[in-house]
Nanobody, 122 residues
Framework: QVQLVESGGGSVQPGGSLRLSCAAS????????MGWYRQAPGKERELVAA???????NYADSVKGRFTISRDDAKNTVYLQMNSLKPEDTAVYYC????????????????WGQGTQVTVSS
């Protein structure tokens, strides 16, 4: 059993900052990829940022230069530092991870967090 627990969402004014955290727990053997997606009302869920075990990162063009993804392997945690927030960043943000289990370490399974609301408004 694996769970992804998110924290750090909330409401901020334009130009403000938030730091999202996502901690994975359970019978984890390894974590290959962790990342963040977001979904605004009436829109498709989209990739925001992702980071691999090797440290490679991928960002949506709309957040490059403003958001930074990082990880702490010892804590099985991924972070998303969001600076210079804009109203268009308003969405539910979901943590996603590809995780192999102790019981079956050769295969990565996909897990999703419950989502955390980020609202940017004046």
């Amino acid at each position: 059993q694996v769970q992804l627990v998110e924290s750090g969402g909330g409401s901020v004014q334009p130009g403000g900052s938030l730091r999202l955290s996502c901690a994975a727990s359970g019978s984890i053997f390894s974590i290959k990829v962790m990342g963040w997606y977001r979904q605004a009302p009436g829109k498709e869920r989209e990739l925001v940022a992702a980071i691999t075990t090797g440290g490679s990162t991928n960002y949506a063009d709309s957040v490059k230069g403003r958001f930074t993804i990082s990880r702490d392997d010892a804590k099985n945690t991924v972070y998303l530092q969001m600076n210079s927030l804009k109203p268009e960043d308003t969405a539910v943000y979901y943590c996603r991870a590809e995780i192999s289990l102790i019981s079956y370490p050769s295969t990565e399974y996909q897990y999703w967090g419950q989502g955390t609301q980020v609202t940017v408004s004046s």
